[in-house]
């Protein structure tokens, strides 16, 4: 870990952070309390969730997924303060904030499950108004070498699900089906590339475009860890150009499964089904584990005013390829060599997700606070339009099933 040039991007920060400890606590609305609870005759009682007694108005929150993630962050800015809140991964059990309270970290815990319950929880917990607090939800990856390279930072668009799917194993299908790519299947439908004839609601989100551009054009600046010798050897075995290249940062999007696939065919099949998912829109480069869980619980949580989805930051960096270079096998490739360390994605993280949190600070008041300057012009949410609006993927009906 290059230590010394993520400090000197936190002294930065850093420096303008070390005031006295001011607590920002709100005084009590006794009219937003009451709307909380509406008085209510009829058998249908909707509860708000008002936080009329938070203490914590965090500004901007980094969203890390396991121990490794987290240390960069942890050693980069004065995290002082250690929130333990009911809800959290029992392995992660506290919420870190800087001096001020200003920034503050979660670590979700790594899969689908950990990443919509931790950030359920937090979302719901009562000492946290994160209505107009930022999100980067920053983690590590595995990268498809058409589109990136180990170390490269990708922001995503969209988030794909791809692993609510059937699954047969390959001796059940192969001789009735011997075209399939894989054994996966959409639900509802009977065709590996047939848009699914019912979804659970989580198989794509969409994030604001415009302030994932505006993360994308500031982490540009950033003076990158290009990764070890052995990073450029397994580099240098790829054909596609990208591959061969120092990282950079790239725009392309993230696909989620709990499934931790590896090799040719599966990430074939996978870029494919991120084609069918978004009608066309999205670009697999980066695969991980949580990120659609925590948008649906970001989803859930805006629909009641708790966050706002449209500050929400998809960052991934990329710690090892996704699929092997031609000459080696996927079983050798994922089991048996070394692709040179993730210390460059770890690295990576803290220096290219550091430049949005700063100016989200420097430029609190005038232009992040009202949240209209970086404001969403592309459709954002969910699959099923909760948030509003209309996707441009998904269908206008979905069976239940
Ligand atoms: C907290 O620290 C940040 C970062 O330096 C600074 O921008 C902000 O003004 C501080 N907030 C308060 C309330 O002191
Ligand atoms: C109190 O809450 C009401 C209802 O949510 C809101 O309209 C009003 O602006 C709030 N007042 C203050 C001082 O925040
Ligand atoms: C806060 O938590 C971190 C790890 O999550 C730990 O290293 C540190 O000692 C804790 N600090 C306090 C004051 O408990
Ligand atoms: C995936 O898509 C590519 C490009 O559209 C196509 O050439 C390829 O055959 C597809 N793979 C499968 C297994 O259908
Ligand atoms: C990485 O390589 C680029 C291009 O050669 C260079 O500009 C940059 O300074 C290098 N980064 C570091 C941390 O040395
Ligand atoms: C891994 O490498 C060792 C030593 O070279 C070799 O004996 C073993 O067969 C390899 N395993 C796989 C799965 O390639
Ligand atoms: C997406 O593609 C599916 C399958 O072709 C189609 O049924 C659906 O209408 C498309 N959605 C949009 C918004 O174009
Ligand atoms: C998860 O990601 C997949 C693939 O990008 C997408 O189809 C799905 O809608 C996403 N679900 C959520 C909840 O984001």
Redesign the pocket.
Known sequence: MKLTSVLTIASVIGSAIAQPLSLEKRAINNTALEDAIPATTKNNIQASYAKPFSIYQPKAFIISMFELERDPWLESLDFIHNITVPGLSPIYTTIHCTTNFTICQITTGEGEINAASSVTALGLNPLFDLSKTYFLIAGIAGGEPAYTTLGGVTFAKYAVQVGLEYQLAYQDYHAEEPDWLSGYVPYGVDGQY??PGNVYGTEVFEVNEALRNRAVELALTAKLNNGTTANAHIRSLYPDKVAQELPTIYKCDVVTSDNYFTGNVLNDYFANLTK?LT?GSATYCSTAQEDNASLEAFTRLDKYGLVDFDRVIVMRTISDFSRPPPSINAVEFFFNTSQGGISASLDNLVLAGTPIIHDILSKWDSVYEAGVKYESKNYVGDIFGTLGG???????SFEIA
Request: proline share 9%; aromatic share 18%; no cysteine.
């Open positions: 047939t848009y069918v009608n209309t996707p441009n993927f998904g269908k206008k």
